[in-house]
């Protein structure tokens, strides 16, 4: 019977480092997943940092293409008006010349 005995002690040793191997690798195991959730938190707030940055740089960039957008219409409306003083210098101009002309072949008034 010591033989058995001696026998069952040795699987008791063995079960007993197998369940302490067990234990090590859980805590390793705790430790690893500890780690990894502190990177996903990391990760987390920076993506959360990053995300408000970037709304902030979206509503900078609309409000300057709306102001862009703006200063293309004044533009416009600028070139449009200038262009029609232009022509109307133009047709000023030319007025003036004509007249000037007709001036020209009016015989001229005699002074007494």
């Known amino acids: 019977m010591t033989q058995q005995g001696a026998v069952l ?3 008791n040793n063995e079960l007993v480092k197998c369940i302490e191997d067990l234990c090590m690798q ?4 705790n430790k690893q997943i500890q780690q990894a959730e ?5 990760l987390q707030h920076e993506i959360q940092v990053l995300s408000e940055q970037l709304e902030c740089v979206c509503e900078n960039l609309a409000q300057k293409v709306a102001s862009r957008n703006e200063l293309d219409k004044i533009l416009a409306e600028t070139e449009a ?4 003083i232009l022509d ?3 047709t000023l101009l030319n007025v003036l ?13 005699k002074t007494n």
């Open 26 to 29: 859980k805590e390793e195991l």
């Open 81 to 84: 008006a200038y262009m029609k």
């Open 9 to 11: 002690q040795g699987y």
């Open 88 to 90: 109307s210098s133009r």
């Open 38 to 42: 502190e990177e996903k938190n990391k």
């Open 97 to 109: 010349k004509k007249e000037v002309g007709n001036l020209k072949h009016m015989p001229e008034l």
